[in-house]
């Protein structure tokens, strides 16, 4: 870590359940301010988990959170909220029976800054134009890429300056997964804002990140750059779908075959 970077967000030892089932175990991860850092791992391994239990939607059993070097364990989520801090679920979560602006408005309920509402109101709309001709249609009409144009947007309208996203490319075709990801690097870069990310999509997650953690049955087991997490030997196997095969005593790496 550089001397010039803040850590915003850090988790020590969080321990989560749901009932007598432990999701997440001694969980120790950290966010630099102004990077993206991704949590990689299968299905059930505890990633979305680990951003419940940030945003305070569900309670951890042990350990700390601090945001902004605050203590916000076990804080009511819209105080989270407020201290600026924004979730993403996965399956987006828009209000079906609202419509697009009434959404957006929704993401502003703890602002008090009507000309900031405003401005914050026509920068999502420049970042996703199709909600700006869509903004008097109701959500639940929108299709799912559409719909998570509009949970970012909303998340955004917050005035966040960290974002928790979950697996933002679940349901969407590769072409919409990549314009969402070319959304979030704009706002990172333009805005500033921080974002953890959570991502099946380990591939796509790499390339977007500065750092990343691995998840396996609750517990981060590997943590690095995401430039040198694209060159472990687990991470291409596992993760990128890749398999080594010698030739020659060279190490090549090639796409395992996959069945559709």
């Known amino acids: 870590m550089s001397a010039e970077a803040t850590v915003v967000l850090k988790l020590s030892n969080v321990e989560s359940a749901y ?32 951003l419940k239990t940030i945003s305070g939607i569900i309670d951890p059993r042990k350990g700390s959170i601090q945001f902004k070097d605050e203590d916000i364990t076990a804080r009511d989520p819209a105080l989270i909220v407020q201290r600026g801090l924004s979730h993403v679920p996965e399956g987006r979560e828009v209000f079906p029976l609202l419509s697009v602006h009434d959404n957006l408005v929704m993401g502003a309920y703890t602002r008090k800054d009507r000309d900031g509402v405003a401005r914050d109101m ?17 959500a639940g009409l929108l299709s799912g890429g559409q719909q998570q144009m509009l949970a970012i947007s909303r998340a955004l309208m917050a005035a966040p300056e960290l974002i928790l996203l979950d697996e933002p490319s679940l349901g969407l075709s590769p072409r919409l997964t990549r314009e969402i990801f070319e959304i979030v690097i704009r706002i990172n870069r333009e805005r500033g804002t921080t974002f953890l990310l959570v991502e099946q999509n380990a591939n796509m997650a790499l390339n977007v990140a500065d750092f990343g953690y691995v998840l396996e049955n609750g517990r981060i087991v590997m943590e690095d750059t995401c430039e040198r997490l694209r060159e472990k030997e687990d991470i291409k196997e596992f993760y990128l779908g890749m398999k080594e095969t010698g030739v020659r005593g060279e190490r090549r790496w090639k796409k395992k075959k996959t069945w559709r």
């Not at 007598?20 to 990633?47: D, E, M």
């Not at 026509?122 to 109701?138: C, H, M, N, T």
């Open 122 to 138: 026509q920068s999502v709309y420049g970042y996703f134009p199709i909600l700006k001709e869509r903004a008097a249609q109701d």
């Open 19 to 50: 009932g007598p089932i432990r999701a997440i175990r001694g969980v120790s991860l950290q966010v630099i301010r102004g990077q993206i850092a991704t949590v990689l791992g299968s299905n059930g391994a505890g990633k979305s988990t680990i």
